[in-house]
């Protein structure tokens, strides 16, 4: 069976954008928990909060949010 996970580009977006997790949870209406346990990969944000975030950086939600199959 095909293994797959969600990798993310939110730690580098938010260093772009030099926001905190708590200034970018604050902007998309979560908690500062749930964004790190987003970039850590234990959580894997609902599709509108997907949309959400990547509405506040300003792209693609393909480019904050990368498919990785593993084995």
Excluded: C
Aim: aromatic fraction near 8%; glycine fraction near 2%.
């Amino acid at each position: 069976m095909e293994n797959w996970k969600l990798h993310n580009h939110i730690r580098i977006q938010r260093a772009i954008k030099e926001v905190t997790q708590e200034e970018l949870a604050a902007q998309v209406g979560v908690t500062r928990k749930t964004i790190n346990t987003i970039e850590n990969g234990v959580y894997v944000p609902s599709t509108i909060l997907a949309i959400r975030l990547a509405r506040y950086f300003a792209i693609k939600v393909e480019d904050l949010f990368e498919l990785v199959e593993h084995e």
